[in-house]
């Protein structure tokens, strides 16, 4: 097949693409900037020129395509709702494209906040009015007329990027204090970025129309064991804080800090036949180098 996917470029986009080429498939790479356009072209995409809010470019993708993966969003929590409302018409610009057609449309969504203090399954729905999800699952899903499927997320690592935990990374380097809330039992869920790079190529090639597919290798991965890998890792102190003293510890990021967000991918495993392989979140957290200015790059 060939495969348009935005978000190329990305943590997760280049995975991805080298999964697909590797497994024979032509790709076509939305990249916005020259840099992003010869990361792709190094591993055999060809390239689209675009953006996400450049609405004819996804389109025209699209038109060129057999298949779309939609990976891109902007990842400035100040502005979320601005760009979950981005991220929205993207996927209605793309899905007018794809109407009619059995042309496979995956969307990418979260696992978090589908089912607050429960293991997230993959029938549950997001509850209405819940703040957190970006708005792609219900975008995708409510489309007529579309070949269209949903990749919920939980926080893929390798040891260099870990979803929302690179930012809790961040956080200790700058108070100096690696901090979780209350007793730290609140479960995060997590998969490896060479697994979730797989679960897209399978989800692409056989999966269904309406299904909801969880990248998940780990269901739940403790709040507190992750506070005391990234104190290992900074060789700082690791504490406890109340939600208030969180709020002034993590700033945006409390309001995810103290959530339990585990998650299951029994179905998603029965369907797809994918067994996640790949090193456990604490496994990566303990191979980082957390030199300054250097958090995020590959041990050695």
Same mark, same amino acid.
């Given at each position: 097949m060939r495969i348009f996917i935005t978000g190329a470029t990305g943590f997760i986009g280049i995975a991805t693409v080298k999964e697909l080429i590797a497994a024979g498939h032509q790709v076509l790479g939305m990249a916005r900037s020259d840099e992003g356009a010869k990361s792709l072209k190094a591993i055999g995409a060809d390239i689209h020129r675009g953006s996400l809010e450049d609405l004819e470019s996804l389109k025209d993708g699209a038109a060129a395509a057999d298949a779309v993966i939609h990976l891109a969003f902007i990842h400035d929590f100040s502005k979320f709702q601005e760009n979950c409302e981005k991220d929205r018409r993207a996927i209605e610009a793309l899905g007018s494209v794809?109407?009619?057609s059995k042309r496979p449309f995956l969307v990418t969504?979260?696992?978090?906040?589908?089912?607050?203090?429960?293991?997230?399954?993959?029938?549950?729905?997001?509850?209405?009015?819940f703040p957190f999800p970006r708005v792609s699952e219900r975008a995708a899903l409510a489309l007529k007329g579309v070949n269209?499927?949903?990749?919920?997320?939980?926080?893929?690592?390798?040891?260099?990027?870990?979803?929302?935990?690179?930012?809790?990374?961040?956080? %200790? *380097?700058?108070?100096? @204090?690696?901090?979780?809330? =209350? !007793?730290? #039992?609140?479960?995060?869920? $997590?998969?490896?970025?060479?697994?979730? %790079? *797989?679960?897209?190529? @399978?989800?692409?090639?056989? =999966? !269904?129309? #309406?299904?909801?597919?969880? $990248?998940?290798?780990?269901?739940?991965?403790?709040?507190?064991?992750?506070?005391?890998?990234?104190?290992?890792?900074?060789?700082?102190?690791?504490?406890?804080?109340?939600?208030?003293?969180?709020?002034?510890?993590?700033?945006?990021?409390?309001?995810?800090?103290?959530?339990?967000?585990?998650?299951?991918?029994?179905?998603?495993?029965?369907?797809?036949?994918?067994?996640?392989?790949?090193?456990?979140?604490?496994?990566?957290?303990?191979?980082?180098?957390?030199?300054?200015?250097?958090?995020?790059?590959?041990?050695?």
């Amino acid at each position: 097949m060939r495969i348009f996917i935005t978000g190329a470029t990305g943590f997760i986009g280049i995975a991805t693409v080298k999964e697909l080429i590797a497994a024979g498939h032509q790709v076509l790479g939305m990249a916005r900037s020259d840099e992003g356009a010869k990361s792709l072209k190094a591993i055999g995409a060809d390239i689209h020129r675009g953006s996400l809010e450049d609405l004819e470019s996804l389109k025209d993708g699209a038109a060129a395509a057999d298949a779309v993966i939609h990976l891109a969003f902007i990842h400035d929590f100040s502005k979320f709702q601005e760009n979950c409302e981005k991220d929205r018409r993207a996927i209605e610009a793309l899905g007018s494209v794809l109407g009619g057609s059995k042309r496979p449309f995956l969307v990418t969504a979260g696992t978090g906040g589908v089912a607050p203090g429960q293991v997230a399954t993959e029938d549950m729905d997001v509850p209405p009015g819940f703040p957190f999800p970006r708005v792609s699952e219900r975008a995708a899903l409510a489309l007529k007329g579309v070949n269209a499927s949903v990749m919920r997320l939980p926080q893929v690592h390798n040891t260099v990027k870990q979803g929302l935990v690179t930012y809790l990374v961040a956080a %200790a *380097r700058e108070k100096g @204090l690696s901090a979780y809330v =209350g !007793e730290g #039992g609140n479960r995060w869920a $997590a998969g490896h970025v060479s697994d979730t %790079a *797989r679960l897209y190529r @399978l989800a692409i090639e056989n =999966g !269904e129309p #309406g299904a909801k597919y969880h $990248a998940v290798g780990e269901e739940g991965v403790t709040m507190r064991d992750i506070a005391e890998a990234i104190g290992r890792g900074l060789k700082v102190p690791v504490k406890s804080l109340s939600p208030d003293e969180a709020q002034d510890h993590f700033g945006w990021l409390a309001a995810f800090a103290g959530l339990d967000m585990p998650a299951s991918s029994a179905r998603t495993q029965e369907q797809l036949r994918w067994h996640p392989t790949g090193p456990g979140l604490i496994a990566d957290l303990e191979q980082m180098r957390y030199v300054e200015g250097e958090t995020f790059r590959h041990a050695k």
